[in-house]
């Protein structure tokens, strides 16, 4: 079974940063994606990070630049850093994987997700 949690969400002021975890179990894959998507109250899931198998990554416009993903595969572990949060990042954050290699930010291309963690910015 292939289980996802996360974790680092909290509350943070503006102008600060965060590192989410993502633990990934199960999942065997030798090519896939891992993305990072969050969800404001009344928005729909937005996806803001992937990255490949390869190590390719790819990011929305909106966290471009202040946002990084990355992966420890021997942890099985993938990370966002946030750096330079503002209010408008508050949201709940899940990780999802793929088994296709192939960047994509598209929510319905995704079999696995987390359960998601907040994240809350106070200006």
């Known amino acids: 079974e292939v289980q996802l949690v996360e974790s680092g969400g909290g509350l943070v002021q503006a102008g600060g940063s965060l590192r989410l975890s993502c633990r990934l179990t199960?999942?065997?894959?030798?090519?896939?994606?891992l993305t990072w998507f969050r969800q404001a109250p009344g928005k729909s899931r937005e996806g803001i990070a992937a990255?490949?198998?390869?190590?390719?990554?790819m990011y929305a416009d909106s966290v471009k630049g202040r946002f990084t993903i990355s992966k420890d595969n021997a942890k099985n572990t993938l990370y966002l850093q946030m750096d330079n949060l503002q209010p408008e990042d508050t949201a709940t954050y899940y990780c999802?994987?793929?088994?296709?290699?192939?960047?994509?930010?598209?929510?319905?291309?995704?079999?696995?997700w987390g359960q998601g963690t907040q994240v809350t910015v106070s200006s």
């Open positions: 999802a994987a793929r088994p296709f290699p192939q960047l994509t930010l598209d929510r319905d291309r995704y079999n696995y």
């Open positions: 990255i490949s198998s390869e190590s390719t990554t």
């Open positions: 199960g999942f065997t894959y030798q090519y896939y994606c």
